[in-house]
């Protein structure tokens, strides 16, 4: 699979998610959206590995954030 990674740097930001359309495995390991906030891969969770149809809660990030997707159309 493809892996599209980002880092913004911001005061905040809020993610809703209003479509999503990928593969549900049980470890997510294939299609997925991940975010972070923080640049480090250790910094702390808003979102944990999510994949499946159903469209994950809003995140609202306090500094800088940093987002993975990872599948075969990214």
């Known amino acids: 699979p493809t892996t599209y990674q980002n880092i913004f740097k911001f ?41 499946g149809p159903e469209l994950p809660s809003p995140v609202i990030s306090t500094g800088e954030l940093q987002y993975d997707i990872s599948g075969p159309n990214t």
């Open 11 to 51: 005061q905040f930001v809020k993610i809703i998610f209003k479509k999503i359309e990928m593969e549900r495995t049980s470890t997510c390991s294939y299609d997925y959206v991940r975010v972070i906030n923080g640049r480090s891969r250790s910094s702390p969770e808003l979102l944990k590995r999510s994949c």
